[in-house]
């Protein structure tokens, strides 16, 4: 295998740096204050670092109280009892409503076939908990073998890890153009 790399691969990977920098930059504040939000709801860490130094060399205790846990669990349990669903319906007069038909029932079978509920639930969990959560459509090898692939709603355990497109306008990010997956 060639170790040397072609200028169109070097150009794609100044660009791919470029627009990973600016997501970077463009996420930093907002991911900061998740991480923050994070950290107080799941590790009780309420207390600002300096206070509780200076109450601990001080022999003062610093307790906490976490009653965000259960407030977050009434809330993803609530949405999970009313899941929405992914359903496609015929929108004019020449679209076929057996057709609409077909493709919910591929819908279906992806998310059953994908365990699609564990990645919804995660991203709902770190939604509620820190303001954004994540999963991803992915194309992987068909269980029958050969060269098919299926799709697949993969869940992602840590939303830190996902860098979007900084000039994304829609609220499900469905107007993505780049992406970062990191871990």
């Known amino acids: 295998m060639d170790d040397e790399t072609s200028p169109a691969d070097e150009k794609l990977m100044a660009q791919a740096r470029a627009d990973f920098a600016r997501a970077r930059e463009a996420m930093r504040q907002d991911r900061d204050a998740a991480a923050e939000d994070l950290r107080f709801a799941r590790l009780g860490e309420q207390w600002p670092e300096a206070i509780r130094r200076a109450r601990e060399l001080e022999g003062r205790p610093c307790l906490t109280l976490n009653r965000l846990p259960a407030f977050i669990r009434q809330v993803v349990n609530e949405a999970r009892q009313n899941r929405p669903a992914i359903t496609c319906h015929p929108v004019d007069s020449a ?53 098919d692939l299926d799709l697949a709603i993969e869940r992602v355990a840590d939303p830190f890890s996902v860098w979007g497109d900084p000039d994304s306008l829609a609220a499900d990010s469905s107007d993505w153009d780049v992406a970062f997956v990191t871990r």
């Open 95 to 147: 679209a076929d409503p057996a057709t609409a038909e077909v493709l919910n029932g591929l819908i279906r079978n992806i998310e059953q076939s994908s365990d699609a509920d564990v990645a919804y639930d995660t991203a709902l969990d770190f939604a509620v908990t820190c303001g954004f959560g994540v999963f991803r459509i992915n194309a992987r090898a068909s269980e029958t073998g050969g060269e």
